[in-house]
């Protein structure tokens, strides 16, 4: 679809009220007032990813970084190098059933390795019993019968909206999940009929060259948005996927997001789930040209495409987006911060936030199961008052299992943040959502 037929139809079809994207159900509960919200979390199974994504996260998981991989013989799946997993993701196995096999016996007898030594094991398999689930919904439920704050007696029975994000790994590697995009944006509208959740759906600029309605950028925005059963709620975004915030192509989408009032996520986090390539096709006002990523390695190409600062054009031209930097700038920086006293990441999303003429948050999710970063977050919570309503809880549920304790870290952390608890779980959240 051309961009000035999907900007008429948005412009009609699509009310500029976001109560009137919640379902019936979501609304009942965001109406009471103890409703408490996880901004942030993930029930994509494993039909909708591959063993490649798998393989990509779990290496960055603790429990890689403190065995080292020397236990495995080298034909083994989990010993496999970050660059050669990627040189693999394009490949199309014609053995898919047999490969989750394989990774699952392999993680079987790596738990058998390091449970006498690591808990972290017991994690690791829970993880990968979360991606065995056969449908999102069971895993959406594994998260509020094991994993959410509903678990802990405090919050028991307490109304609770999980803030549900989705990612478009088949664009952004080139990954070929059993279940495509548009298929997930069809089973998650199922959900919303059974289920408190507010959906985000996943955006690339890439999307925007596609011919077909079920692959293309701004069909699949309509398909979502303009549904008046089942309407999706926000946006996601993932730069280091490989694309610009600023991308020109993404433009109408934000043009809609600010006019409707739709709240914009974007990872501002990790590196792990980044491009491989080295550069990437950008399109701004001259047209469409081939952009080198600045930075030696994935790694830091990956963390300046991450770079808030690159939103900067975008929240200049659309103001009254509301735009939400997840992970508050990653655990990495808060280590950072945890050490030095400051860090010049978090201070620039801070410094952002602050700006009087944008709406912008943050999200401390996967951060929670990180016990040694929860004072120097209190402390930046304590020191900016004036930005308590744009700083919210989420955990990062299910892709932060392998990092920690879910649920016995959530309960320290809000402990620890008595006097904010409110404002995480409540108020920030609502501001965001439908203020
Ligand atoms: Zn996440």
Same mark, same amino acid.
Not at 147 to 152: A, D, V
Not at 270 to 278: L, P, Q
């Given at each position: 679809m051309e961009p000035t037929k999907f900007l008429k139809i948005a412009s009609e079809k699509i009310s500029n009220n976001p109560h009137s994207r919640l379902s019936l159900l979501t609304t009942g509960l965001l109406n009471k007032p103890d409703c408490i919200i996880d901004i942030h979390t993930h029930i994509f199974d494993e039909k909708c990813l591959t063993v490649a994504y798998i393989l990509l996260r779990l290496l960055k998981s603790k429990i890689f970084e403190s065995i080292g991989l020397e236990l495995f013989s080298s034909d083994s799946l989990i010993a496999k190098k970050e660059a050669e997993i990627y040189d693999d993701l394009e490949i199309k196995t014609s053995d898919v059933e047999g490969e989750w096999q394989r990774l699952e016996n392999e993680i079987e007898s790596l738990v058998e390795i390091i449970e006498p030594i690591e808990l972290f094991g017991f994690d690791l398999k829970e993880a990968f019993k979360v991606l065995k689930k056969q449908s999102m919904l069971e895993v959406y439920d594994n998260y509020i019968d094991n =994993? @959410? #704050? $509903? %678990? $802990?007696p405090e919050f028991e029975n307490r109304p609770f909206i999980a803030g549900i994000l989705m990612m478009d790994l088949e664009t952004g590697w080139g990954i070929k999940p059993e279940k495509k995009l548009f298929q997930q944006i069809i089973e998650i509208k199922q959900i919303l009929l059974q289920r408190p959740i507010v959906p985000f759906l996943p955006v690339d600029p890439r999307r925007a060259d596609h011919n077909d309605p079920n692959e293309n950028l701004y069909d699949l925005f309509l398909s979502a948005f303009t549904d008046p059963e089942t309407p999706f709620f926000g946006v996601k975004c993932y730069p280091s996927l490989g694309y610009l915030p600023s991308d020109l192509r993404l433009d109408p989408i934000f043009q809609i997001c600010a006019e409707k009032n739709i709240p914009v996520l974007t990872h501002c986090g990790?590196? #792990?789930? @980044?491009? =491989?390539? %080295?550069s990437i096709q950008v399109c701004d006002s001259t047209g469409e040209f081939e952009f080198t990523i600045p930075g030696d390695s994935r790694t830091e190409r990956a963390k300046y495409l991450n770079d808030p600062e690159l939103w900067i054009p975008v929240l200049d031209k659309y103001p009254k987006l509301k735009l939400d930097f997840a992970h508050f700038g990653g655990d990495t920086n808060w280590k950072n911060h945890h050490e030095s006293g400051k860090n010049d990441r978090i201070t620039t999303i801070l410094k952002m936030m602050k700006n009087p003429n944008w709406k912008v948050f943050t999200d401390f999710s996967f951060n929670v199961v990180e016990k040694e970063l929860f004072n120097a977050f209190g402390k930046e919570l304590n020191m900016n008052p004036d930005i308590s309503d744009k700083i919210m809880f989420g955990t990062d549920y299910w892709v932060v299992l392998p990092a920690g304790d879910l649920l016995g870290m959530q309960k320290e952390f809000l402990a620890q943040m008595k006097d904010h608890q409110t404002t995480l779980l409540q108020s920030a959240p609502l501001n965001y959502l439908i203020s």
């Open positions: =994993f @959410s #704050i $509903l %678990k $802990l990790g590196e #792990i789930v @980044s491009t =491989f390539k %080295k």
